[in-house]
């Protein structure tokens, strides 16, 4: 593919194709509309229906789709054709500004969390403009938010976008306060690194516990798995090389920036990361990223996992948010700068994030909350379930001083503290990366690494906007105020890194002594799913989304309810998996072997061969009081997952999964595993994770 500028976003409704085909007035109201975020006139939307019809088809569209995100995780569409009936028995191509703006899914069917029942159907999706449309596989694909007949949100986008306006407002007001009218929008900006593993098909359909669950249930680990780092960066090997090639491609087309491919540190394992772009469009392009790694993969015959931690004992999957905040101007407002004036707005918008962070650890935390990604969280280059947050040796002695009142020396310089005479100069990657920090600065933006490789990133960014416009609003309310700006902003600066700065650890954050430190320092440490989530319907956040009109206490209610039965659901759908999985694997192969090691010891004792403390006669020995051991860790399993019907309230529900019926789980995968180590490989009937992990060649 050498004409990569011309494949760049071909496939996509954007600028260029609007100045093309709308007319200028049109272009011009469209453009007002998105930038105001007010309402699209219906008669502006009748043109650009028409005008994204016409190029739809000759891209050789016949349907169109509203494209949403519900809480499933996943996206959602319904497909309609373009055709409308004649009287004479033909039909023509259609699309109107009333179908463009607006369409009416079934809302009953989708996770609600109690908003809806099964005979309250209806629900709207609402065009977004603010993200382009483009076409895909015969079909034009319109992005829109997603609510119920009485006007709750239902997705995950309609949030994110609420919290944008949120920042944007609360961004500004502080940028007027250091003299900048130019700027008339703050985004926040998102560049989602996506890890993934690749298989072989074939070997993904003899697996019933990745088929159902996306991660194996059972396997003992392999001679080789990652020890010796030799899979990271190394060599793409040609069968992956070429899904790559097909995956960028079609990346490309639909305007994503993919930019960077490589090996990841587990046998199997590879990494996608784009260029930032703004939060919305960021998270609409992860879900097409993810949707095109399974549907391109399928294609080269090669499964794609997403899972947080397919494979137990190796590296587990997540997606690393970038996140920043940029002007329409185009400043990074997380740039450090190289003038003193820009140094002290670079200071206040990174206390408001340092003070978010710590003042809202539970919200960062419980949006990375899932039965998958509590298997990652902590282990394998996975940051742990403690939020605390990396700045690196000179930004953090740049805070020391500034707490301190005293002077800061950079090779050999001397410089004063904030608001006195002259500020540092701080440059961009003064110091090494933390990964094992869940939240770590890194040069102009913050890395957040606890998300899981299957979440949509519209969560942990909508909570980070609306945290940090919170400290915003109060930094803007203090200052707005002041008589003396600069002694006042250096006041505050001091004050909030003395009142939060026990959030900012640069050490090892897998090490037993930070679990101690945490504690003393008042961190919270929330590492399951069932702790973490009640913290959502905590009066204070609830408190902090209503007063930011992002979430109402119904729809926060609402979202912890779904979170708490997805919880449920995936250990539910687990434990019978894995029930179906020994009954019908495990145990068939080890009796079948069993059976063999009987034959060959009556042979043996037929033909007068002493087979007392004999090996075969051991090994038979310890199988059979594994099998043992099995059967009753089995019937544990059946007897828990039965339990649960006694267990109606969701938050109970939730804890006796994690305590007893995950755990029950655990005991039964270790005796399968210890089986599979014994038995003979023509008698066990699953592939084994060394034969999985280096499947493809």
Request: negative net charge; hydrophobic residues 40%.
């Amino acid at each position: 593919m050498s004409d990569i500028p011309s494949l760049f976003g071909s496939m996509v409704f954007n600028e260029t194709v609007m100045r093309e085909k709308l007319p200028k007035d049109i272009y011009k109201a469209l453009k007002s509309t998105i930038s105001s975020g007010k309402t699209l006139d219906i008669q502006v939307a009748n043109v650009v229906a028409s005008a994204m019809k016409d190029w739809a088809l000759e891209k050789g569209a016949t349907h169109f789709t509203h494209w949403f995100q519900p809480m499933t995780g996943i996206t959602a569409e319904k497909h309609d054709s373009f055709i409308s009936p004649t009287k004479d028995g033909t039909v023509i191509m259609e699309f109107s500004g009333k179908e463009l703006v607006k369409g009416e899914p079934d809302a009953s069917s989708f996770p609600s969390g109690g908003l809806r029942a099964t005979f309250e159907a209806r629900g709207y999706t609402a065009w977004d403009p603010t993200s382009y449309a483009f076409v895909k596989e015969g079909t034009l694909y319109i992005p829109t938010a997603f609510c119920s007949y009485s006007g709750e949100v239902l997705d995950k986008k309609t949030p994110l976008l609420r919290s944008m306006e949120a920042i944007d407002k609360q961004a500004l007001r502080i940028l007027k306060l250091f003299g900048n009218t130019d700027a008339t929008r703050v985004t926040s900006t998102v560049g989602p690194e996506q890890e993934y593993f690749l298989i072989d098909k074939e070997m993904f359909l003899k697996r019933p516990d990745l088929i159902y669950c996306g991660r194996t249930l059972i396997g003992a680990r392999p001679p080789k798995g990652q020890e010796m780092e030799d899979h990271y960066f190394g060599a793409i090997k040609p069968r992956v090389a070429a899904f790559m090639k097909e995956l960028d491609e079609e990346l490309w087309k639909l305007g994503i920036y993919s930019k960077t491919k490589h090996n990841e540190v587990a046998p199997a394992q590879h990494e996608i990361a784009p260029i930032f772009t703004t939060t919305n469009i960021a998270t609409d392009h992860n879900q097409l990223t993810m949707e095109l790694l399974k549907s391109v993969a399928n294609k080269h015959g090669l499964a794609c996992l997403l899972h947080e931690k397919p494979f137990a004992g190796v590296n587990g999957s997540g997606k690393h948010n970038n996140w920043s905040l940029s002007t329409n101007k185009g400043a990074n407002l997380l740039e450090p700068g190289d003038t003193p004036s820009e140094n002290a707005q670079f200071l206040l918008f990174l206390t408001a994030v340092i003070k978010a962070v710590d003042e809202y650890q539970d919200l960062l935390r419980l949006t990375v909350a899932s039965a998958g990604n509590d298997h990652r969280l902590g282990a394998n280059e996975a940051p742990p379930a403690i939020i605390s947050m990396f700045l690196g040796d000179e930004l953090t002695a740049i805070l020391d001083s500034i707490e301190a009142g005293t002077d800061y020396e950079d090779k050999g310089k001397t410089f004063m503290g904030v608001g006195v005479k002259v500020l540092p100069h701080i440059p961009k990657d003064t110091t090494d990366r933390n990964r094992t920090s869940p939240f770590a600065f890194t040069g102009n933006k913050f890395e957040f690494r606890s998300p899981g490789s299957s979440f949509s990133v519209a969560g942990p960014n909508f909570v980070l906007n609306t945290i940090v416009a919170e400290a915003l609003e109060q930094f803007a309310d203090e200052l707005e105020n002041s008589k003396d700006f600069k002694v006042d902003l250096a006041k505050l600066i001091k004050k909030t890194v003395n009142e939060h700065k026990r959030i900012i650890f640069n050490g090892n954050n897998y090490a037993p002594e930070w679990v101690d430190e945490a504690k003393k320092r008042g961190l919270l440490n929330l590492p399951t799913t069932p702790e973490a989530l009640p913290r959502f319907i905590e009066e204070k956040n609830i408190k902090l989304f209503e007063k930011h009109a992002v979430l109402s206490r119904t729809e926060i209610h609402s979202r912890y309810e779904i979170m708490m039965e997805n919880y449920c659901k995936t250990i539910h759908i687990e434990a019978l998996a894995m029930i179906d999985l020994i009954q019908k694997e495990v145990i068939p192969s080890v009796l079948s072997y069993q059976n063999e090691l009987v034959r060959l010891l009556k042979n043996k004792k037929e033909i007068g061969l002493d087979i007392s403390n004999t090996m075969d006669e051991k090994l038979l020995s310890k199988i059979a009081k594994l099998t043992d051991c099995l059967s009753t860790a089995l019937e544990d399993l059946k007897n828990a997952v039965i339990e649960t019907k006694e267990h109606t309230e969701t938050l109970d529900c939730a804890k006796f999964y994690r305590e007893s019926v995950f755990l029950k789980m655990q005991n039964l995968r270790g005796i399968a595993d210890e089986l599979e180590t014994l038995v003979a490989k023509k008698y066990w009937s699953l592939p084994t994770y060394g034969e999985i992990l280096y499947s493809v060649q």
